[in-house]
Structure formats: C-alpha cells, structure tokens
C-alpha cells in the first residue's frame, strides 16, 4: 500500500489542510511556554496539547455525547496526563507512580502554603497548574471548532494565555506571531468548507476555482496580520506598557507577589540581573528602578524626590542661549551608590566598614570646589540609599556611611556644616583616601552639604598618573572573562591622549556615538556585557555607556567606578526645588585624578557632555574611531527586510503565476464570429459602419479605401502612415478570407489560437490608431467649417 493511500485512508473529515492548521496553531502556546523557560524541562507541554486536540476532537465528532459524558471524561485524562508531566512519569509505571506520589505530597504542602500564606519553592507545581491550563485551552478550541465551528472563539484562549506569558517572559514572540498568521488561515478555510457545504446542500454553483482565491487573499492577510503583531509593538511598546503600568499596577502587584509566594521556584520573568551569589553582601547591586544591565528599563513618570538648594534659581530654557557657561546652571547629578567590582554580567559595591556618622564626614576637600547645600525629601520608597550631589561632607542627620576604604581615627568632628574637619596630620594622608561608597539610613528628609571639585582641563591635564595602591587595587580591576577585543579597542581609542584625563575625554566621545535607545534585550547569558554592547548590541542606555567606560578606562590603567543615581529634574519656581521624577534614574562614571579626587564624564548620548570651564569640550577633539558597525536593531531590521523582500517577491511571483494561469482558463477561446463582431466595432471608430447588405469582402474592401484615404490626408509621416494602410488592408483580406470559408463554405483550416490572437492583436492595434487619427481628422474639419462659415 503506497502512502498516497495510507493518508488518503486517514485524511480526516476537515481535511488535511484544516488539521495540520489546527495542530500548528495549539502548538504555538506551549511553545511560547517552553519558550519562555519558567520552569525546567517543561517540553511535556507539547504532549498535553496534542493530547488534548485529538481528545477534543474525537469527543466533539461524537454528536450523540451530551456534555455530562464528555466533560468528566475530558477532565480526568486531563487530570492524569498533567500529574505525569508535572510527575515526569506516565502513570501506573513502577518508576511513574512514585513519582507522582511525590508530586502529591508536594502538592498538598503547596495547598498548605496557600491556606496559611507560606510560600512554596517547587516548580513542579506550577507545571501541574501549567499543564492543566493548557489542556483546557486546547480542549476548548477543539469543541469551539468541531462542534460549534466557530475557529474565531477556538483561538481566543490559548492565544491570551500565550501573550501573557510572552508579556511576562518577553520570550516567545515568534511563537505567539505564528499562532496568530495560522490562525487567520484557519479561520478562512472554515469559513469557505462551511460556506461549500452550504452551496452543495442547496445545488448553488460555484467556481472550482474559488478555494485558490480565497486562499491566495487569506495568505496575504495571514502575512499581514504577522507583521503587523511582530512589529506593530515596537511603534509604541513604551506608552502601551507605561499606560497598563500605572493602569494595573496595584492588582498587578498582587498577582507577582502571590504568584512569587506560592511559585517561588519559578524562573524570574527578567534575565540579565546579576544573581544572589554574584552581589556582594554589603550593598545592594540594583540602581533605583531595578534595571543593573539587564533589558529594558522600566521608568515611570512617579515623583522621587523634591530637593532644595541653595544656589541661585536655573533661569528658564528660553533664556539660556542667551547666557555665557558661568552664569548658567550644570545639571545636577544626585548621587546614591558607588559601585567598584565589576563582574562580567552587572556591578557590586564592596563596604569594608560602616560608621555612624553625624555633622562632617571625614573626606579632604579638593583644591577647588563649589560648595552646595541641599535638602531632601524623598517620596517614593527608597530602602536605605540616600542621595546628594557628589562629594557629600556635611550631613545635619545622624545616618551610617558605607566606607570601602576608612577614615582614620584621630580627627575633629563638628557639627557645624564647616566642610572637612580637621584631622591629626599623620593622618592627612590617609584621610586624602577615605572613599566613601554611600549614605544609608531609612530616613525621607535630611540636610546634606557637597563640596563639587571644580578642576580646569590645564590641570587634570597636569595631574600625574600615580595612583595610591589602595585607589589602583580596587577601581583597575575588571576579570579576566573580559574579552581581549574589549581591551584592544580601548587602547586603540585613546592612542592620541597624552594624559589620563585627555584618555577618558577620547573614550566620551567614542562612546557618545552609539545611539541612545531604551528599548534593548537583555544581554545573553555568558556573554561579558561591556563586550555585547560595543561589538553586538552597539546600542543602549546608560547603564552600558558607563560600563563600556569604566571597563576600557580601566583596561588602559586608568582607576574609574561607576555611580547611580539621578540626573536633572523640573525646577519649580514656587516652591524653589526640584523635583526628581523615576524617569531621571541614571548611571554615569567617574574617574579618580590624584590630589583632586573623583571627576564625573558623561558618555552617555542622550544627556549632555560635562564641561569644564577652562574650555568646552569639543574644541581640540581629534578623529575618532567609529563604532564597530550599526547597532544590532538596524542590522536585525536590515536583515528582516531582506527576507521580507524575498519572501514579498516570491508570493508576488506566484500570484502573478497564479492570476495569468487562472485568466488564461477563464479567458474564452477566440472564434472567426467573435473577431468579425469586433472587426465592425473597430471600423466604426474608423468612420465605416458595419451592414449587413454587405458581404464580407464589401465590407473589407470599403474598410481598406477608408484606411488608405485616412493616410493620405496625413501631412506629417504619410509614407508610414500608407505603409501602415497596405499591411492592415493585408491582414483585412486574410480574415475575411477564413471567415468567409468557415461561415459560407462550412470548413476551415483548424485555427491555432496563439497565432490567432498574436494576428489580432497586430490587426486591433493598427485599427485602434486609425481611430485616433480618424477621431483628430473629424475634430479638424469641424473647426474648419466652422472657420468658414464666420468668415
């Protein structure tokens, strides 16, 4: 038996086209799941779904079965199938059985959890859940298809349980794509099977033809309706996912929070956060919204902090062109944690010592400075982490400092917002390296003064590179997983700096020329992330602008951290602060020049370089390496679109193949009558109305005399318009000579049809220019007449 015969023998009842659509689309949802990763090896999703469509299938054809037989059954094998997959073993099996069991006492912990507000660790039991939920939505896509023939209701379910977990997870969207093109197909070919059996219930013709069209059109819209989810969402992703933030926030909290008690074992839904034994255990390595490296970052437009200063009120945008650089305000950069170690995948700040602190903080002030008051009140909750402009050494409140490398012990201390207090000198040294990490105190309102070095490029210029060895150990350390490129493309950037701080102003300007975008992807797992960004990614926030820095800055031996925090903010002229909104979260580096301390740089693009006021900067910049190619969006896009276009080209091609084919059958076949009819509507246009007193040779011959007395009042290219004349009365002759041998003398040569057209098209043509000139000749000798009888 060939296979022609087996499947012929096992094509089901819809159809082969219809199943396989079905199959594919149900498929798309533990795709999407599996996908997604939430729990390991979850691949039995695929087993539950296909399970569940030839189960839904068999029990819908079964018309008889009323729902209180096919719904109990339904609902135990589903209940078996998913404790196997969530078991990983089949049922009444020695190994399965125990498995299972163990699952089952799993699970009544886990019901105990739920009751008492506990919370459970096992990701078996959100495979359970996982399976069963899609053993429902699979079984009632088949019901709502096969016994309710609505395909527009079977899609529903599974696709909004798999654009859940594709919103949660941000993986899957391919899968959640496809089950939409497919099920777009699905819902045509339903439709025209329902609409045939129709027809052919009450013997209403239709074209043979019909299934292709329909297809062609439901292919086309399958494809459209593809695009436009796969790239519909990137037009405005951020203002839909802003608006159902703040919209669903609150029952969206609820739903994480219980959802991480009860499934706590369950997979994060954001890669790319530096895991628990990564971070070190003295401060936290998250920046204010959570997003250390990781994928896109969520800024709101929640109010953070209102800071008062006491320096002089911004002046207004309009009038700061207006204004020289001393007169105008920098942009505030609101510190919070200083982070040191770098570990391939995210930041950690390392604390060594934690002092109770109150009134001056034991920091040596650069030689030049600008001294800043400042008072805080934080809104939104903040933990610990307090913020202040850069070099705090004053705070009114009593709060912990986080120190990596101490301050000595013999010093004054005041509580009068003096500066730096006075210290015993043989301690001047090590208080010029005291490094501070943060401030950490669950307090919302304190007072803090900075002193903000104030250096000229002259002298950072001037400043030797000898770095303390406490200063070298810690901020020229990166691992070793670094790759080599990164190394090599930062010496190659900064081979034309003579100083460190010309070095870290070539490493700016290089990193500024990579676009600024918040929408990017987490970094792959293993992947160094100062590497994904400048060879891959070539694009991003500025949480990898400071990374890429602070790593090249310190592969050519130059000591820089990186700092979060805030930058900016709206100044009310009111109440004379500024208040710091979520979105203002920013991470910036900075650079260690010996006897003035840490200098910030801005390698961000989409925030403005940091000037000094000895020059801007800029002046005396020298040619710049490029990126190392377009960012990886446009290279994705780019490569999209080539596919698209070859996929577009070849569907256009087939259409075309399709359409001239279909035309063709339709078209009907040329016949002698049929020409001579046109033959006479032609002659018409020419100025020679068909009679049927004439005979056909009459009539051709009165043609040809008008065709030929057209041509000869011709006063412009008259040889060719007689040539013309004498071919078409040629042509004329031989038409009439078949048609009249088929219509008088009952016989004919067989006519061939392509040679037939191809002769009618040539005698159309010249008969259609005739017409043109006979229609201009008639125009003339009416204006002519008209002329003569004025005059």
């Not at 015969?5 to 594919?24: A, D, K, N, Q, Y």
């Not at 296909?50 to 096919?70: D, E, I």
Request: glycine share 8%.
């Amino acid at each position: 038996m060939d296979l022609a015969r087996v499947l012929s023998r096992l094509r089901p009842h819809e159809g082969w086209g219809t199943f396989l659509l079905m199959g594919i689309t149900v498929l798309g949802l533990p795709a999407a799941a599996v996908a997604a990763e939430w729990v390991p090896k979850d691949e039995g999703l695929f087993a539950v779904a296909l399970a569940a469509l030839l189960v839904g299938r068999g029990l819908s054809r079964r018309r008889a079965w009323s729902w209180t037989v096919w719904l109990p059954m339904s609902a135990s094998l589903g209940l078996l199938i998913s404790l196997s997959v969530a078991g990983r073993g089949l049922l009444f099996t020695g190994s399965g059985a125990s498995r299972v069991y163990d699952f089952f006492e799993g699970w009544l912990l886990w019901l105990r959890a739920a009751a008492t507000g506990g919370r459970s660790q096992d990701p078996e039991i959100f495979l359970f859940y996982a399976s069963l939920l899609c053993w429902l939505a699979v079984l009632f896509a088949a019901w709502a298809l096969y016994r309710q023939c609505r395909p527009l209701l079977a899609l529903v379910p599974s696709a909004l349980i798999a654009a859940v977990s594709v919103f949660y997870s941000e993986r899957g969207v391919i899968w959640l794509v496809s089950q939409l093109g497919c099920g777009v197909l699905l819902v045509a070919l339903v439709h025209l099977g329902q609409s045939q059996d129709r027809w052919e219930t009450a013997d209403v013709d239709y074209s043979v033809d019909l299934h292709m069209s329909v297809l062609t059109a439901a292919v086309f819209t399958a494809a459209t309706v593809s695009l436009l989810s796969f790239y519909g969402p990137l037009l405005s992703r951020e203002q839909i996912s802003d608006w159902f933030r703040r919209t669903f926030r609150e029952p969206t909290a609820r739903v994480e929070d219980t959802a991480e008690r009860l499934f706590g074992g369950v997979a994060t839904p954001r890669a790319g956060l530096p895991s628990a034994d990564e971070r070190d255990h003295g401060a936290s390595s998250y920046l204010p919204q959570d997003r250390l490296l990781g994928g896109r970052p969520d800024l709101l437009d929640e109010v953070v902090m209102q800071v008062w200063t006491d320096e002089p009120a911004p002046l207004p945008e309009s009038f700061a062109p207006m204004t020289d650089f001393d007169t105008r305000t920098p942009p505030h950069y609101w510190q919070g944690l200083v982070f040191d170690r770098y570990m391939g995948r995210g930041w950690s700040a390392s604390v060594n010592e934690r002092t109770e602190v109150q009134g001056n903080l034991p920091l040596a002030a650069p030689p030049a400075y600008r001294g800043v008051t400042q008072r805080f009140q934080l809104v939104a909750p903040h933990g610990t982490t307090l913020y202040s402009l850069s070099g705090p050494v004053w705070i009114e409140q009593q709060v912990e400092a986080l120190w990596r490398i101490g301050p000595p012990m013999q010093m004054q201390v005041s509580n009068e917002p003096t500066g730096t207090p006075t210290a015993h000198p043989t301690a001047a040294a090590a208080l010029a390296q005291a490094d501070l990490a943060g401030l950490s105190s669950p307090i919302v309102t304190y007072t803090v003064l900075s002193h903000i070095p104030e250096p000229t490029a002259s002298a950072l210029r001037l400043t030797p590179a000898e770095y303390p060895p406490e200063v070298a150990e810690i901020y020229l350390q990166f691992p070793e997983t670094v790759p080599m490129r990164v190394i090599d493309l930062a010496q190659k950037v900064v081979t034309e700096g003579d100083s460190a701080y010309e070095q870290a102003r070539l490493l700016e300007a290089y990193l500024r020329q990579y676009p600024y975008t918040l929408d990017v992807e987490a970094p792959p797992e293993g992947r160094d992330v100062a590497d994904y960004f400048l060879f891959d990614l070539r694009e991003g926030y500025c949480d990898y602008y400071a990374t890429a820095f602070v790593v090249m800055a310190r592969a050519v031996g130059i000591p820089s951290r990186l700092v979060s925090g805030y930058v900016g903010g709206s100044y009310d002229w009111v109440s004379e602060t500024y208040t710091v909104r979520h979105y203002n979260g920013h991470s910036w580096p900075e650079v260690y020049f010996p006897g003035w301390g840490w200098v910030s740089f801005e390698p961000t693009g989409s925030q403005p370089v940091r000037e000094l006021r000895e020059e801007a900067v800029g002046s005396e910049r020298v040619s710049l390496l490029p990126p190392a190619g377009p960012p990886a969006r446009v290279v994705r896009f780019r490569w999209r679109a080539a596919a698209l276009s070859t996929l577009g080209l070849a569907l256009a091609v087939l259409l075309a193949t399709r359409m001239s084919a279909y035309v063709r059958r339709r078209r009907p076949a040329l016949t002698l009558p049929y020409l001579w009819l046109q033959l006479g509507r032609a002659g018409a246009r020419v100025g020679v109305q068909p009679d049927p007193a004439l005979t056909p040779y009459e009539y051709a011959a009165l043609l040809s005399r008008e065709l030929r007395a057209r041509a000869e009042r011709v006063s412009w290219r008259r040889a060719s318009w007689q040539d013309q004349a004498r071919r078409t009365s040629l042509a004329l002759a031989r038409l009439v000579m078949m048609y009249s041998e088929q219509t008088y003398r009952g016989r004919v040569a067989p006519l061939r049809q392509v040679a037939l057209r191809s002769a009618w098209r040539r005698l159309q043509v010249a008969l259609s220019r005739f017409g043109w000139l006979a229609a201009w000749q008639r125009l003339g000798d009416r204006l002519t007449g008209k002329a003569e009888e004025t005059s």
